[in-house]
C-alpha cells in the first residue's frame, strides 16, 4: 500500500470551479478559462508515493506546488480527486479526525521556516507532541533527542530569531521528527538558504532519511536539488504532472522540450552513477581494474578513471563484474542524451525561467 | 399640489433612537442594573484601593501576581493555593471566619504583625495574603521555576510593606500625605519594573507634582474610572477583533459601526448613558467604553491577520484545535499589536474623563469641569495638568509592554 496517494486531484481557486474542473478534465490549459475568472492551481495529477521513498516534486514558482502538498495532509480540500495516506481517504475525514490523523502521520516542514518566535527552540521542536498531550517531562525529552539529531543541542533555550536561517530550519525539521510521523512534507525546505548551506542541509537530510527511513514528499523549484534528493521525480507545469520519474530517466529521456530545457542546468555528473554509464565488460579480464560500486556518482570517478590505464570495473557486493566504464563512456553520457531536444535560443529559456 | 409631501419628508431617526432606549429600558432594566452595580462596584473598590492601598490588598496583590506566574509551570499545588485563599477569603467576608482563627492561634504568632502595621487587632484577610503568597513562593523555590520574578514580586510586596510602616509609622508627619506617598512609590516601582529608569524617574516627579497640587485622590478616581472602562473595552474589544480576523463578512459589518462609533461627538453618548444609568461614575465609563472600543478591535483584527500565515499553518499542520492554535499562536503574536490598541483605547478614554466629569463621574474630570462654571482657571489649569501626566504615565507603560511581545512579523513571500 502507498504512504501517500494522490488521484486525480484538483485545486481550482474561484467561484465557478467545478464549471473549470468539467472544462480542465477535458485537457484545455488553464491560461484558456481565464473569462472564469478562476485560477487553476492544481490540475488531474495522480500518484503514488511508496513508503519509505522521497519523492520530489519539483516545478517553476506558480506551478501549484505549494497548493498540491497542502492538499496532501487536508490544509486545503481539493476541488475534486482524492488523497489516500495508508489507504485512508482523508478527503472524507471530519474535521476532527483529520488533525488526529495529521498529528499521528504527517508533519511539515515549511519554505520560510514557520517557527513560533515566542517560543524557545525546545518548545518549538516538542509542539507536535503537545498537540497531541504528551506530558511535558516526555515531550521535552523527545525534542531535546530530535534536536540532537539534527546537531542543535546546545541551543535548545533559545528563541528562533537567535538562530541563522540554517539552523532555523533544522529546528523545523526537528520539529517534524520529534512529531514522529512517517510522512514528512517539505515545501521548498531549503529554498530561502544560502546555497552551501543547502548542500549541508540536503546532505543531513539523506542521512537522517537513510537512519530513520521516513516518507518525504519534498517540494522544490531546483532541479538539481530534486536530482540529489529524489528517488523519484515528480515535474509540475502549470498545474499539470508533466513526467514522473527517477532522475536518470528525467535526464535521459525528458517527457517533452520543457523537461529537457530543464535538464540542461543539472550537473549529469552528480546524477549519472557508474551503473548507468557502463558499458558491457563482457569476456575482458577484469582481474586487475580498479573496482567502484554501481550508485558511485560519475563526478568522483573523473580522478580515478584518468589515473589509471584501463578502465574501471563496476562490481556488486559478491565483487561481480557488471559492466567497464572508460573515459570515453564517461564522456559520451555527460554530453546531453540524442533525443533530449536542445532549447532553441538562450534568452527565451531565461524568460521562461523566470516566469 | 399642496397636498403632496414635502420631499425628502421628515425621518424620525432620533425618535427611532429614543423608542429603542425607551424599549431597551423596559425590557432589560434588570440587566442595566446589575451591570450599572457592577461598573460602580469596580471602579469604587480601585479607586479606594489607589487613594488607600491597605496591606491586605497588597498582598493579595502580589499573591495573585505570583500565581498568575506559576499556574503554567504547576498548575495543581497553585491553584489549591488559590482555591483555599480564595475559600478563606469567603469564609472571612461571609462569616468572619478568619478571624476566629486567628483569634484562637497563639498570639505570639500574630503580634509582630500587629506592631508593623500599628494596630490593635490583626486583619485576617492579611494573614490569608501573607500564607498564600508564601506558600506560592515555596512551591516556586521548592521546584525552582521563575525565581528572579518570585523574588522581585515578594521582595517588591516587602519593600511596599515596609514602606508603608515607615511613611506612617516611623516618620510620622513628615510625609504630608502618606497614603498617596505609598501608592505614588508603587506606580513609580511599576513603571521602573516594566519601562526602565527613565519612566521610573518621570513617575517619581511628575506624581509627585500631582501630590503637591492636591490632586491625588481625585487623579486616582480618574485613574480608576479609566482602568474600568479600558478593561471592559478590551474584554468587548478582543473577542470582535478576533470574529474580525476570522471572518471577513463580520468584519465588513463591523467597519462601519465603530466609524460611527469613534466619530459620533463624544457628548452624544452621555444622553443614553444617563437614562440607562443615570448620574455618577457608571455613565461616564459606558460613556468612555463606547468612545474608547473601536483601535482595539481594529489592532486585535490587524495584528491577528498580519501574523504570517505559514506560522498559523504549522500549527494547523501539527494538528492543532482552532483554539489551540487562537490561543497558543495568534493571540501572542498579535499581542504587541493588540497592547497598540489597548495603549490607544487608555489614552482615548483618558480623553474622555473630562466629558465624563460633566455627569457626576468625579476624578479630575469633575475639577476642569468646575473650573469651567466656576471660571476658576487654577483649578482648571492643575486639574488639566494632572490629566495630562496620568497619559504619560499609561502611554509609556502599555508602550513598554507592547514592544516586551514576540514580533511574529518575519517575511512573507
Ligand atoms: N488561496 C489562493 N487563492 C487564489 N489563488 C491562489 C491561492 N493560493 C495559490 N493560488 C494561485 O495558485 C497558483 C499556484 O500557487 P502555488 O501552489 O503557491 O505555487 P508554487 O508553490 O508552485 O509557487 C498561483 O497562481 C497562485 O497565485
Ligand atoms: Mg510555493
Redesign the interface.
Given at each position: 500500500m502507498p504512504a501517500v496517494r494522490a488521484n486525480h486531484l484538483y485545486k481550482v481557486f474561484g467561484k465557478r470551479a467545478s464549471q473549470a474542473v468539467t472544462l480542465l478534465s477535458d485537457g484545455r490549459h488553464r491560461d484558456t478559462i481565464k473569462d472564469l475568472d478562476v485560477t487553476a492551481a492544481v490540475i488531474d495529477v495522480s500518484f503514488e508515493v511508496q513508503p519509505g521513498e522521497i519523492f520530489v516534486v519539483m516545478g517553476l514558482s506558480g506551478s501549484g506546488k505549494s497548493t498540491l502538498i497542502r492538499m496532501l495532509n487536508g490544509l486545503l480540500p481539493p476541488t475534486s480527486g482524492t488523497v489516500e495516506i495508508d489507504g485512508t481517504d482523508i478527503t472524507a475525514l471530519s474535521r476532527r479526525a483529520l488533525r488526529a490523523l495529521r498529528g499521528e502521520k504527517i508533519s511539515m516542514v515549511f519554505q520560510h521556516f514557520a517557527l513560533f518566535p515566542h517560543r524557545s527552540v525546545l518548545e518549538n521542536a516538542a509542539y507536535g507532541l503537545e498537540v497531541r498531550g504528551v506530558a511535558r517531562a516526555e515531550r521535552r525529552e523527545r525534542a531535546a533527542h530530535a534536536l540532537d539529531l539534527v546537531g542543535l543541542g546546545d541551543w535548545k533555550d533559545h528563541l528562533p530569531q537567535q538562530l541563522s536561517g540554517g539552523m532555523q530550519q533544522r529546528v523545523g525539521l526537528a520539529r517534524a521528527l520529534t512529531a514522529d510521523t512517517d510522512i514528512i512534507l517539505m515545501d521548498e525546505a531549503f529554498s530561502a538558504l544560502d546555497p552551501l548551506i543547502r548542500r549541508d542541509m540536503q546532505t543531513q537530510l539523506i542521512q537522517l532519511q537513510a537512519e530513520l527511513g521516513k516518507t518525504i514528499v519534498f517540494i522544490t523549484h531546483d532541479l538539481n536539488e530534486a536530482m540529489r534528493l529524489g528517488d523519484r521525480i515528480c515535474v509540475l507545469r502549470d498545474g499539470r504532472v508533466v513526467q514522473i520519474g527517477t532522475p536518470e530517466e528525467i535526464l535521459n529521456h525528458p517527457a517533452d522540450d520543457y523537461v529537457a530545457r530543464f535538464t540542461e542546468d543539472v550537473d549529469r555528473s552528480r546524477v549519472l552513477t557508474a551503473a548507468s554509464v557502463m558499458e558491457p565488460a563482457a569476456g575482458a579480464d577484469a582481474a586487475d581494474w580498479e573496482r567502484v560500486e554501481p550508485d558511485a556518482p560519475v563526478a568522483e570517478l573523473f580522478q580515478r578513471v584518468a589515473s589509471c590505464d584501463g578502465p574501471l570495473a563496476v562490481v556488486d557486493e559478491q565483487d561481480r563484474v557488471l559492466g567497464a566504464v572508460s573515459p570515453t563512456a564517461i564522456l559520451s553520457a555527460l554530453a546531453a542524451p540524442e533525443d533530449a531536444v536542445p532549447a532553441p535560443a538562450g534568452g527565451e529559456r531565461r524568460e521562461e525561467a523566470r516566469r | 399640489m399642496s397636498q403632496l409631501l414635502p420631499f425628502p419628508p421628515r425621518l424620525p431617526l432620533g425618535e427611532g433612537f429614543e423608542a429603542l432606549n425607551t424599549w431597551l429600558k423596559t425590557h432589560f432594566g434588570g440587566v442595566f442594573d446589575t451591570v450599572g452595580a457592577v461598573i460602580d462596584w469596580s471602579v469604587t473598590t480601585l479607586r479606594d484601593f489607589l487613594t488607600d492601598p491597605q496591606a491586605a490588598q497588597l498582598t493579595a496583590l502580589a499573591a495573585l501576581v505570583l500565581a498568575a506566574a506559576l499556574v503554567r509551570a504547576r498548575p495543581v499545588p497553585v491553584l489549591t493555593v488559590v482555591g483555599t485563599a480564595t475559600a478563606l477569603y469567603v469564609a472571612q467576608a461571609a462569616f468572619a471566619l478568619g478571624n476566629t482563627l486567628v483569634n484562637h492561634a497563639p498570639p505570639h504568632l500574630f503580634l509582630w504583625a500587629m506592631h508593623l502595621f500599628g494596630q490593635d487587632s490583626v486583619d485576617a484577610n492579611l494573614v490569608i495574603g501573607i500564607v498564600a503568597l508564601a506558600a506560592l513562593a515555596a512551591v516556586a523555590a521548592v521546584h525552582r521555576v521563575r525565581l528572579p520574578l518570585v523574588g522581585a514580586v515578594t521582595g517588591g510586596w516587602l519593600a511596599a510593606i515596609l514602606c508603608g510602616w515607615l511613611l506612617f509609622d516611623a516618620v510620622p508627619g513628615v510625609i504630608a500625605q502618606p497614603t498617596a506617598t505609598l501608592t505614588m512609590l508603587l506606580l513609580t516601582a511599576l513603571a521602573w519594573a516594566v519601562a526602565g529608569w527613565r519612566l521610573g524617574v518621570f513617575s517619581l516627579v511628575a506624581l509627585t507634582v500631582v501630590i503637591s497640587i492636591e490632586q491625588w485622590d481625585n487623579a486616582m478616581a480618574t485613574l480608576a474610572l479609566v482602568l474600568v472602562a479600558s478593561l471592559i473595552a478590551v474584554l468587548v474589544a478582543l473577542p470582535l477583533g478576533v470574529l474580525a480576523a476570522y471572518s471577513t463578512v463580520v468584519s465588513r459589518v463591523l467597519k462601519p459601526v465603530l466609524d460611527l462609533m469613534q466619530t459620533m461627538p463624544a457628548f452624544v453618548y452621555l444622553i443614553p448613558a444617563i437614562f440607562f444609568f443615570s448620574l455618577g461614575a457608571v455613565p461616564g465609563v459606558v460613556a468612555t467604553v463606547v468612545f474608547a472600543m473601536p483601535p482595539g478591535v481594529r489592532l486585535t483584527e490587524l495584528g491577528i491577520r498580519q501574523i504570517?500565515r505559514?506560522?498559523v499553518?504549522?500549527?494547523?499542520?501539527?494538528?492543532?484545535?482552532p483554539l489551540?492554535i487562537l490561543t497558543g499562536?495568534q493571540l501572542?503574536?498579535a499581542l504587541s499589536t493588540v497592547m497598540a490598541g489597548v495603549n490607544q483605547v487608555i489614552m482615548l478614554g483618558l480623553s474622555m474623563v473630562v466629558i465624563a466629569g460633566m455627569v457626576g463621574a468625579g476624578g479630575l474630570g469633575n475639577q476642569v469641569y468646575q473650573g469651567i462654571s466656576r471660571n476658576d482657571g487654577a483649578l482648571g489649569f492643575e486639574g488639566g495638568i494632572a490629566v495630562v501626566i496620568l497619559a504619560i504615565f499609561l502611554d509609556r507603560l502599555t508602550a513598554a509592554v507592547a514592544r516586551r511581545a514576540?514580533?511574529?512579523r518575519?517575511?512573507?513571500?
Open positions: - | 504570517d505559514e506560522i499553518e504549522a500549527g494547523e499542520a501539527f494538528g492543532a484545535p489551540k499562536i501572542p503574536l514576540p514580533q511574529a518575519t517575511a512573507t513571500a
